[in-house]
């Protein structure tokens, strides 16, 4: 009996991994309302630029999202960019406000809420949202999962968290294979000095301007680079820079006057809302797959949480009774 069910289990999980390899899925788009093609610039070398989805390509679908992570990888984008943060019960989720009320239907402070609270949301603002009706807030993991199967690499963003917090971040990404290869963007000297201990790729995030304090800031915490406004310093600034070897993410570069701008100046990456190499190609099954895997481990976590905090009252409870002598 044993036998045959490992059996059929083993049928099943052959033939799901073969549908996701040999289905082409949905046919390729045209290019989604917002998206701008970096080809059609006649200064720029397409091989020769880095393209970072700010949020996602979150100009055409509501940032942080599944949605606006895999239309990214769709249009050709090099990299993602991902705002993270944890959630009472330490689960790192993408979401960039503080506040779930600015783009879901639920209100409260993400920091407070546990991630099976949130994860009953639903995302209601953001680019071309009424195509996306049924997004929710992301974990990490689902996140770089995605980014893996499109071969982009991870960028995050965080601005807030503890000590400890950092430490679930650095345990979870470690986990996830991408603590030495994403880079983590911060402006908190205490977030950026524990990447960069642990072998990460820290950058200082020097936004709106780089200044002598920014680079001293980069090089106090071990930063590989500095994020910035699309407003560049000075020559002599630029040349410090760039002597240094520091890395350096311009946010926001949305036009293509202003990439060729940053390219002429000798700045090869960019984050980006709406630029993109090309029309979406077809979606691939298996992100769709894989991103079911995920949920539905997501929910056993969940669940087992929720039945260990339940012990843990009884537990407490029994306790306080016995000493009580009730």
């Given at each position: 009996?044993?036998?045959?069910?490992?059996?059929?289990?083993?049928?099943?999980?052959?033939?799901?991994?073969?549908?996701?390899?040999?289905?082409?899925?949905?046919?390729?788009?045209?290019?989604?309302?917002?998206?701008?093609?970096?080809?059609?610039?006649?200064?720029?070398?397409?091989?020769?630029?880095?393209?970072?989805?700010?949020?996602?390509?979150?100009?055409?679908?509501?940032?942080?999202?599944?949605?606006?992570?895999?239309?990214?990888?769709?249009?050709?984008?090099?990299?993602?960019?991902?705002?993270?943060?944890?959630?009472?019960?330490?689960?790192?989720?993408?979401?960039?406000?503080?506040?779930?009320?600015?783009?879901?239907?639920?209100?409260?402070?993400?920091?407070?809420?546990?991630?099976?609270?949130?994860?009953?949301?639903?995302?209601?603002?953001?680019?071309?949202?009424?195509?996306?009706?049924?997004?929710?807030?992301?974990?990490?993991?689902?996140?770089?999962?995605?980014?893996?199967?499109?071969?982009?690499?991870?960028?995050?963003?965080?601005?807030?968290?503890?000590?400890?917090?950092?430490?679930?971040?650095?345990?979870?990404?470690?986990?996830?294979?991408?603590?030495?290869?994403?880079?983590?963007?911060?402006?908190?000297?205490?977030?950026?000095?524990?990447?960069?201990?642990?072998?990460?790729?820290?950058?200082?995030?020097?936004?709106?301007?780089?200044?002598?304090?920014?680079?001293?800031?980069?090089?106090?915490?071990?930063?590989?680079?500095?994020?910035?406004?699309?407003?560049?310093?000075?020559?002599?600034?630029?040349?410090?820079?760039?002597?240094?070897?520091?890395?350096?993410?311009?946010?926001?570069v949305d036009s293509l006057f202003r990439a060729e701008s940053m390219y002429n100046a000798g700045v090869k990456t960019v984050i980006s809302n709406c630029l993109v190499k090309h029309a979406p190609t077809a979606e691939n099954v298996s992100a769709n797959v894989l991103t079911g895997f995920t949920r539905f481990f997501n929910e056993i976590y969940n669940f087992f949480a929720k039945l260990l905090r339940k012990l843990s009252l009884q537990m407490l409870f029994s306790g306080v009774k016995?000493?009580?002598?009730?």
């Open positions: 009996m044993k036998r045959n069910l490992k059996s059929a289990l083993t049928f099943l999980l052959a033939a799901l991994f073969l549908f996701a390899a040999v289905t082409p899925a949905f046919a390729a788009d045209a290019l989604p309302a917002g998206a701008v093609l970096v080809t059609d610039s006649d200064t720029i070398d397409p091989n020769d630029f880095t393209i970072i989805a700010h949020r996602g390509l979150s100009a055409c679908a509501p940032e942080n999202t599944l949605a606006a992570i895999k239309l990214a990888g769709r249009c050709g984008c090099d990299g993602c960019e991902i705002d993270v943060q944890p959630t009472l019960d330490q689960r790192w989720v993408c979401f960039s406000d503080l506040n779930l009320s600015a783009s879901t239907n639920g209100i409260g402070l993400v920091s407070t809420m546990t991630y099976d609270q949130i994860s009953e949301y639903t995302i209601t603002r953001g680019g071309n949202v009424d195509k996306y009706p049924n997004e929710k807030v992301p974990t990490l993991e689902e996140a770089v999962a995605v980014c893996q199967l499109y071969g982009m690499k991870v960028v995050l963003t965080v601005r807030n968290g503890s000590a400890d917090q950092i430490d679930s971040l650095v345990a979870t990404m470690k986990v996830l294979g991408v603590m030495k290869t994403a880079t983590v963007i911060s402006a908190n000297s205490d977030i950026l000095k524990k990447i960069s201990d642990n072998g990460g790729r820290a950058v200082y995030n020097a936004t709106p301007a780089i200044t002598l304090l920014s680079l001293e800031a980069a090089k106090n915490n071990g930063c590989v680079g500095l994020a910035t406004s699309t407003v560049l310093p000075g020559a002599t600034l630029m040349a410090r820079i760039m002597d240094s070897k520091y890395e350096l993410y311009p946010f926001d016995s000493s009580l002598g009730i």
